[in-house]
């Protein structure tokens, strides 16, 4: 099944990225610096203005805290 940008599971998994930092306390200037971007890459990501890879998934839930697998095990889960 293609997807994009805006597909509706795609828009699941951001608002679950955006969840997550907020949950972590962390503004978009932390989640940026954490991650070693600019803050704009980051409200990007969120607005759903540029694609996640895997590797920035994974680094986004680090930072927050999480372990990535077990987050994307319930979002799957959850669309089931």
């Known amino acids: 099944m293609p997807t994009s940008i805006y597909h509706p599971r795609y828009q699941t998994l951001r608002a679950a990225m955006v ?11 932390e989640m940026a610096q954490r991650l070693a971007v600019g803050q704009s890459y980051v409200s990007k990501i ?24 077990v987050v994307l095990d319930a979002l799957l889960a959850a669309q089931s």
């Open 19 to 29: 969840a997550a930092r907020k949950a972590a306390g962390l503004t978009q200037v």
């Open 46 to 69: 969120e607005r759903g203005e540029s694609y996640v890879d895997v590797m920035t998934y994974v680094d986004w839930y680090a930072a927050c805290g999480h372990q990535p697998g």
